[in-house]
């Protein structure tokens, strides 16, 4: 059926094709292009209008075009300058001079299903300004797109190599959905995007979509916001051969103070005589000063390491005005800072673009690339406690040799001193020996075919491939804190596993465009299309325990014991009408209506279908007469839109109930092997509609000094109803949660964007882009009854009680605790004998016993008087959302030099230092780990202060508290970069079109209060659970030096 | 213009109807309960899952050994570090525990409530489709008793829930839930097939249904429903055990086999009625439990099997059992495991040590299935004893008479006897003799019996002591089956001249003379403890004789006032009890979904 319907919509369009008009007499026209002060444009284009021909201007400027119509028009145009467009008249030789342009405000935006000039557009647009992206010593374009945009958040959870990005556009829609963007890469509609196989050298442009009416021709994918990519493609030249080397260090950019072997006995000393004694103390008739000389053992220097890093991109681009070809590679290499953690990234792609014909054009993009991420990820616990997280690990490993073994022991596996309770290896050992290794291979495919039907209509029909293959293996030895038979929780001896994902996506588009000039005020053009697509998923794996033979790591799966099969295969489809109409009268007033209806097989029949519209509204008020008067306001444009998109990120068959067969849920009937249990996993919800989002933007675009000084501002205000939530049920029911939609969020904000020319002579110029945003969220409805909605981070057993909550009328995540009020200090006490101390009766408890509390224990506020500190004194203890975030780049050159200078910042955000409840005053009471230097400063009868409680004053086991609530605001300078460009005179003599030198750098300095590692950092990053640092990856200082060639 | 914008109008229709096609997408990899439940195999993946939630982790694969029923006046939670939580009598109504627990139930009830629901629509062999109601219907009877045990009146659902929205539902008064329960397990009785029929412990038989309807009625007779009338059907259904001719229930000869073969995955279908099955290694990993590790002899050796050890007996359950009482040595580990080693070290029986000794009705030591997995288990857990269903039964009769009839202590010392040693009671030294170089061997001969081990010990040349030698399985090894004092010989050791004599253990001092009904009541409340202690029965046992909140401030006083200094923290699970502690609370995230719930009082 689906093949039908697309064959009836060809036809209809065939039918409506008619004949255009035939041609007249022909010349060559010869030119030269250059800038004001007579240096020739390079590679400045120059076409002839109404045709396809064109060509672009040589080395000194020169071009030729031949064969046109003596009463055409050519338009010469270069990035940076104003384009001209010259009527030939039947002349032959020209002479053209481009004026630079600030703000190239006759841009040409690429929107959703089309393009667009920027000045027409009545939607919220953000640019990405490529050429500052592009030399950001980064793997991934994501990775250098934070604070780029105004309104698009981009954090990673940390920096592990190969870590995956959250581009969150003008806040989370969502509560428990992905609140990812759409991305389009090249037309494409890819909603799980691997940024990794889109080298950032391929892209041309990003352009993010933000306002209803620029996202809802996306419809049920828009409401997140969308991400459009066009890559670079080839160009009427001669071929053109880049290459591009950088070869750089990349080194931890602060490593946390840890206790000295003396501050470490003492500290043991203080905790647990009994033990101290025994390791290092009186057993061995040494004192605690003894340790002042003692060699220090420094895991952090182990682990981390000084890592190279080599980037290589090659491309060839060139065609004539019917072929043009694009072809490039790319390898990026990176070794982690930390030890055995390594990310290797190759690319190629191909892309072709082919006049057949006048009015028939055709293409395709290939695109491959193999990514490998290697090592444990540094953040993600390998088991439920603590003790299973590896810079945990590092940091909480005894810095001193125990007294009864003097040799060196850094490198032996086990630790000699662990007990049952207090099970320990070498962290450096482990996490060397741990396999866990990751293969991406994406392929993608792009092809279409467009067919001008008759002067003004288009027809476009695009079929687009896209696959994914995962594979990721894991092996734990004899050698690492799972696999050791020496670890009295390891049920699995040595053990290992692989797991193999396979996704795909087919899509297939067809639009019609109509562009036309109604007469000389009167604009409009109208695009309409049908869509389907349909996304594929499946997954095989096996987990092998109890292997006999470890030597031949992952081979030896087959010689263990199975311990579970897995395999799972899912697939959707969507299938969407789409219409837009720009209607524009004499470029003054300008409107959009979109709609789209798009069909997703993910929800039940009777709500398969939303309907999701938009307008959007233009006044250009620098085109008034009244205006005109006005020489310094060279653009002046208000916008307005309003309208609806949906958020269609449920699973696949979310509205069905599923049954579930597995061990797990079985039972061993005499002895056997067990019979598997058929289970209701899902309840499902036959009700279950797509979420979707009211958006309404307003927005100011001004342009003064010709455009010198340019500003954007938007406000915007989006509520997104019908959430989609795991919803909890009462267990009665036998279900513990079910998918409903439930409540709604209010998302509101400003951006600004200002770019400004402060500084322009002959030789020196200073280009300046700024942009901040402010983000607010609130959660205006939840489940009927629901007050507030409390969400937990999972790191340590002991920590399950919530660390967020999200109130109705408040924020969608605050941090939620007690409110640390110091330590119990001697006045707080009776002395009933010397030195037996009991709380005074009118002393709130901090929830322990009153025998227990002792002076120097930690302390908590009373907030409700009663006396004791419990459940009911929690409260919101912090804000893990910025206030407002934001970019400054700034371009410095002069003559051949150039310095580029990217600040990037976050403010009033806090950040949870889950690091410090642990190893800055030791919550969980462990003996014998390390701690940071932080607990030096604890409570002692000699230093009674109100910071770090006692040894063994921690309070309750798993209370999060506001102890370790800081400041996480940061100003970061992110990106620096240097460029030597040789003079075109002496390169030429080599043939050469370019040849420039670069050093850069990333995260050079960052400016802040927050006692981690790095303050951009989310472990457990949600909409609902943002700002937890848990033993995160570092972020690298980078440091590059670079050689660009072109011939 | 015209006729084209029709066209257009027709093909867009033709689309649109076309891609509703194109947008039913079916489930590949997704069971749907619609294309379920038709064959007798799905079906028996069915009812698998609704035994499951016996082998969970609150239910018996630990927790109610070491959080909800073995912090009776038998154990305490050896941890110093953890003072949370049910296992201290100050769980709250967010305590992750007790929400544990009554999910999983609502869990089991619900995956019965399903196979209820379908069972008439597999095709399948009537006989079976009956053994599966009857299955079904006892088990989630048998999960409606924990809650009612636990919470009183709790919500009594029967049904899958219609939809996602509306799941307001009221508790039912404890009464007609129990009225339910037994309802449910009377009609399972008639279906489920007589237990030789089935040859293991590991299904629900015919006396099952009966041993557990005893304890049922026995609970609702008890406080705080005191339906006393409810006794007689205890007593009936506990003889209907007794007295089934074709099962011919008796109890093991030895009190310790009864938890080796448990250890061993050996089944004893006349005294071990119904057992919570555990599997081993392998794709079987998933159905392991933790008892034997969790509640068991604490130990890091992989060789032995690693376990915590959570529980430590107490001292008075200790002090409670005489000289000759077999069941002591296995109930509490009378020895210990050095840290880190295999070395078996026996208490000295100091009273710090008593403080000190695990449960050891489970000992991973037995475990024959290897590899040994760390802290996981294949020992399965014995939910019925036909020892439990004799001292049912002579409860019950205790409670309807005025005085225990003859029946009641002919059961109660039928418990006891099997339990009595026949072996050494004490051994004098009448003659020190000389001369000896080396300790002699003892050597034990005549008196009918045999196995009795001593160990001498010298000074001077005189032999100065003559004790039995402590053995890991039996505890003393007092040997067994003796009628008379056999005589003490002493070989080798160079000397000669020692002598001495013993005397032996008989049944008969287990037996119980008759007493009047409220000292046999007391008799058999501590009886039960000896006989069953640590099989998750203790503290429900305690709140229907309304004794929790005295008994265990009693225990408390105990520990403050006797206990070494350090099992002073000890006490504090027995001092916490309140009189609210004979209902749990009801989650408190279940009240804020169930608009219709109520708390229980106190919390």
Known sequence: MKKLCILLFLVTVLVNSEQISAQTATINVTGKVVDKSGEPLVGATIIVLGTNTGTVADRNGFFTVKNVSANAEFKISFLGYQSKTIPINGKTIFSIFLDEDYQTIEEIVVVGYGTQKKTDITGSVGQVNMKDLVIAPVATFDQALAGRVAGVNVTSNDGQPGSLNNIVIRGGNSLTQSVAPLYVVDGFLIEELSSAAINPQDIASINVLKDASATAIYGARGANGVVVIETKKGIVSKPIITYNVSLGLQQVSKTMDLMTPYEFVKYQNDLNPALANSLYLSNYGLTVEDYKDATAYNWQDMFFRTAPIQKHDISIRGGNADTKYSVSGSLFNQDGIIINSDYKKYSGRISLDQNIGKKTKVGFIVNIAETETSGAPIAAGSTGAVTGYALYQVWNFRPAAVANIPEDWANEFFDPTATSGNWMVNPIQNTNNEVNTSQYTDVNVSTYLSYLIFKDLILKISGDIYSRTTQNVFFHNSMTALGSPLNPNNTKGVWGGITNWKSGTWLNENTLTYNKNLDKKNTITIVGGFTIQENKSSAFGLVADLIPNEELGLSSLGSGTPYSNSSSESYNRTASFLGRVNYSYDSKYLITVTGRADGSSKFPASNKWGYFPSVGLGWRLSQESFMANIKDISNLKIRASYGITGNNRVSDFGYLPVITLNNVSGYSFDNAIPTQGATYSSIGNPALVWESTKQTDIGIDLGLFNNRVSLTADIYRKNTYDLLLNAPLPKTTGFSYAMKNIGEIQNQGLELTLNLVPVKTKNFTWNSDFNISFISNKIIGLERGQTNMLSSVTWDWNYTSPLYIARLNGPAAMFYGYIWDGNYQYADFNEISTGKYVLKGNVPTNGLAKATIQPGTIKYKDLNGDGVVNSLDLAVIGRPLPIHTGGWSNNFSYKNISLNVFLQWSYGNDIFNANRVLLGGNALNRVNTNQFVETNNRWTPENQNNEVFRAGGQGPIGNYDSRTIEDGSYLRIKTVNFEYRFPSKLISKFKLTNLALNISAENLFTFTKYTGMDPEVSTRNSVLTPGFDFSAYPRAKTILFGVTVSF | ?603
């Open chain 2, 1 to 603: 213009m015209k006729t084209k914008n029709i066209f257009f109008c027709f093909l867009f229709l033709i689309s649109f109807t076309s891609c509703n096609d194109f947008l039913d997408t079916k489930p590949t990899n997704i069971l749907a309960p619609t294309n379920y439940y038709n064959t007798e195999n799905q079906m028996n993946s069915a009812i698998a899952g609704v035994y499951d939630v016996l082998g969970n982790s609150e239910l018996y694969a630990y927790g109610l050994m070491v959080r909800f029923a073995s912090v009776g006046d038998e154990g305490f939670y050896r941890s110093s570090t953890v003072t949370q939580g049910a296992q201290f009598y100050n769980e709250t109504a967010s305590d992750g525990d007790v929400l544990t627990l009554w999910t999983q139930l609502y869990t089991g009830i619900s995956r019965a409530n399903v196979v209820l629901a379908n069972i008439n629509k597999a095709n399948m062999d009537s006989t079976k489709r009956n053994v599966m109601k009857g299955e079904a219907l006892f088990l989630r009877a048998f999960y409606y008793f924990w809650l009612v045990n636990n919470w009183g009146d709790v919500p009594l659902i029967t049904e899958l829930p219609k939809n996602v929205v509306d799941n307001d539902i009221a508790r039912t008064p404890a009464n007609e839930v129990f009225e339910k329960i037994t309802q449910d397990m009377i009609t399972a009785e008639s279906l489920v097939p007589p237990i030789t029929q089935i040859g293991y412990g590991g299904r629900i038989s015919k006396s099952a249904v009966r041993g557990i309807l005893a304890r049922v009625y026995l609970r609702w007779a008890g406080y705080p429903w005191n339906n006393v009338a409810k006794y007689q059907d205890a007593s009936d259904w506990a003889k209907k055990v007794i007295d089934d001719t074709q099962a011919n229930h008796a109890l093991n000869p030895s009190y310790s086999q009864v938890f080796v073969n448990l250890a061993q995955d050996k089944y004893d279908i006349k005294e071990s009625i119904w057992e919570c099955e555990f599997s081993h290694t392998g794709i079987s990993a998933d159905e392991m439990g933790q008892i034997g590790s969790w509640i068991g002899i604490t130990t890091n050796d992989p060789g032995i099997g690693t376990a915590y050890g959570f529980i430590n007996a107490l001292p008075s359950l200790y002090n409670s059992y005489a000289s000759g009482d077999l069941r002591r040595d296995r109930a509490i580990a009378d020895f210990h495991y050095l840290s880190n080693l295999t070395v078996v070290t026996y208490w000295n029986r100091y009273d710090y040590d008593k403080y000190s000794q695990s449960v050891g009705k489970w000992r991973r030591s037995e475990e024959t299935a290897l590899p040994k997995i760390n802290q996981s288990t294949p020992i399965n857990f014995p939910i019925l004893r036909y020892s439990d269903v004799l001292l049912m039964y002579a409860e019950a009769q205790n409670e309807l008479n005025s005085s225990p009839p003859q029946s009641a202590i002919d059961a109660v010392n039928l418990v006891r006897e099997r339990a009595w040693s026949t072996g050494i009671n004490t051994i004098t030294l009448t003659t020190g003799g000389s001369g000896y170089t080396s300790a002699p061997v003892v050597v034990f001969s005549g008196g009918g019996g045999s196995g009795a081990v001593a160990t001498a010990t010298i000074n001077n040349g005189q032999v100065i002591t003559v004790t039995l030698t402590p053995d890991q399985i039996t505890g003393l090894t007092m040997g067994s089956g003796y009628s008379t004092d056999p005589t003490i010989t002493f070989t080798g050791g160079g000397g000669s001249g020692a002598e001495a004599v013993c005397t032996i253990h008989s049944k008969q001092e287990a037996d119980i003379l008759m007493m009047s009904k409220e000292e046999f009541r007391l008799f058999l409340q501590s009886e039960r403890s000896r006989e069953l202690c640590f099989e998750g029965l203790r503290k429900y046992d305690l709140m229907r004789w309304q004794i929790l909140v005295p008994t265990l401030k009693q225990m408390a006083n105990d520990i403050i006032t006797t206990g070494p200094s350090m099992y002073q923290y000890a006490a504090l699970s027995f001092s916490n009890v309140q009189e609210k502690h004979y209902l749990l609370p009801i989650p408190s995230s279940e009240l804020a979904l169930n608009k219709k719930l109520v708390q229980n009082p106190g919390y």
